[in-house]
T-cell receptor
Framework: DAGVTQSPTHLIKTRGQQVTLRCSPKSGHDTVSWYQQALGQGPQFIFQYYEEEERQRGNFPDRFSGHQFPNYSSELNVNALLLGDSALYLC?????????????FGQGTRLTVV | GDSVTQMEGPVTLSEEAFLTINCTYTATGYPSLFWYVQYPGEGLQLLLKATKADDKGSNKGFEATYRKETTSFHLEKGSVQVSDSAVYFCALFTSGTYKYIFGTGTRLKVLA
């Protein structure tokens, strides 16, 4: 089992550009959540995708958008990048069939905006 | 809203010392509680969890007990090793909210 895989591992972008991050969930999982972890902080919930739709969203602007594909993989898109978007972006997958579901996290994508 | 408060770090201990990292929470429902660990340059790994009051989660010598009366989930280990050096995150998850709420993390450094 490959677990949750994210790509790329590192990325450097310029202010104003757009970026796409990718996530493949753990085998058997159908729900993908994205988190932003700024340096020295805990992860902050961005949004969650289930059945190819955004089910819940955290307190992030519309510049952050996502997509889930029929194979349950997901993308996170960020438009008009700001310096403050520099962070580790974590993908987590879970199976909502369990009441107190445990999420499995990927290694993350380190985004640096210059 | 729901929240998690962790003790500030860094925590520096000598090898074989006793570890406690405090965590308290605020939640409107009945959350599950978790401790995640993050090693340098890596993502989050689940360390242990507890899904209801008085449950004790344990793994790799670490343990934490879900205390509803004090809304706490303190992490303990009787004898730390250098390899335990990492950042530890306390988190809660409430069914129906679909998201984890994390604390700010506590950095642990264990010296040989």
């Amino acid at each position: 089992d490959a677990g949750v895989t994210q790509s790329p591992t590192h990325l450097i972008k310029t202010r104003g550009q757009q970026v796409t991050l990718r996530c493949s969930p753990k085998s058997g999982h159908d729900t993908v959540s994205w988190y932003q972890q700024a340096l020295g902080q805990g992860p902050q919930f961005i949004f969650q995708y289930y059945e190819e739709e955004e089910r819940q969203r955290g307190n992030f602007p519309d510049r952050f958008s996502g997509h889930q594909f029929p194979n349950y993989s997901s993308e996170l898109n960020v438009n008009a990048l700001l310096l403050g978007d520099s962070a580790l972006y974590l993908c987590a997958s879970s199976s909502p069939g369990q009441r107190n579901t445990e999420a499995f996290f990927g290694q993350g994508t380190r985004l640096t905006v210059v | 809203g729901d929240s998690v408060t962790q003790m500030e770090g860094p925590v520096t201990l000598s090898e074989e010392a006793f570890l406690t990292i405090n965590c308290t929470y605020t939640a409107t429902g009945y959350p599950s509680l978790f401790w995640y660990v993050q090693y340098p340059g890596e993502g989050l790994q689940l360390l242990l969890k507890a899904t209801k009051a008085d449950d004790k989660g344990s793994n790799k010598g670490f343990e934490a007990t879900y205390r509803k009366e004090t809304t706490s989930f303190h992490l303990e280990k009787g004898s730390v090793q250098v390899s335990d050096s990492a950042v530890y995150f306390c988190a809660l998850f409430t069914s129906g909210t679909y998201k984890y709420i994390f604390g700010t993390g506590t950095r642990l450094k264990v010296l040989a």
